[in-house]
């Protein structure tokens, strides 16, 4: 059984910077990719910032400049560092990874709880 657990968000003042954390825990082989994703109150959900093992990013128009996403391999975790934060960056920021069981077996897609970021305008 594969988990990710995401760190708390929070309200934070426009302008100001938060960091989300997330941590893969449980039984695999290995984490590959890890993305962060967004969804706002009666929006789809929104690609934020995505993170390959071997650390290529790929971010959102939106968040260029702003985010920072980084991993940690040996501890399973990836990372979020939002600033200049904007009242359109409100939303449920959910963590995504995808996680080989085996070693020479398929990923799966695991999804985290999500993590509320509130940004009052």
């Known amino acids: 059984q594969v988990q990710l657990v995401e760190s708390a968000g929070g309200l934070v003042q426009a302008g100001g910077s938060l960091r989300l954390s997330c941590v893969a825990s449980?039984?695999?082989?290995?984490?590959?990719?890890m993305t962060w994703y967004r969804q706002a109150p009666g929006k789809q959900r929104e690609l934020v910032a995505g993170?390959?093992?071997?650390?290529?990013?790929n971010y959102a128009d939106s968040v260029k400049g702003r985010f920072t996403i980084s991993r940690d391999n040996a501890k399973n975790t990836v990372y979020l560092q939002m600033n200049s934060l904007k009242p359109e960056d409100t939303a449920v920021y959910y963590c995504?990874?995808?996680?080989?069981?085996?070693?020479?077996?398929?990923?799966?897609?695991?999804w985290g709880q999500g993590t509320q970021v509130t940004v009052p305008s």
């Open positions: 993170i390959n093992r071997d650390g290529g990013t």
């Open positions: 995504n990874a995808f996680v080989s069981p085996l070693p020479m077996t398929l990923p799966r897609s695991i």
């Open positions: 449980g039984t695999f082989f290995v984490v590959n990719a």
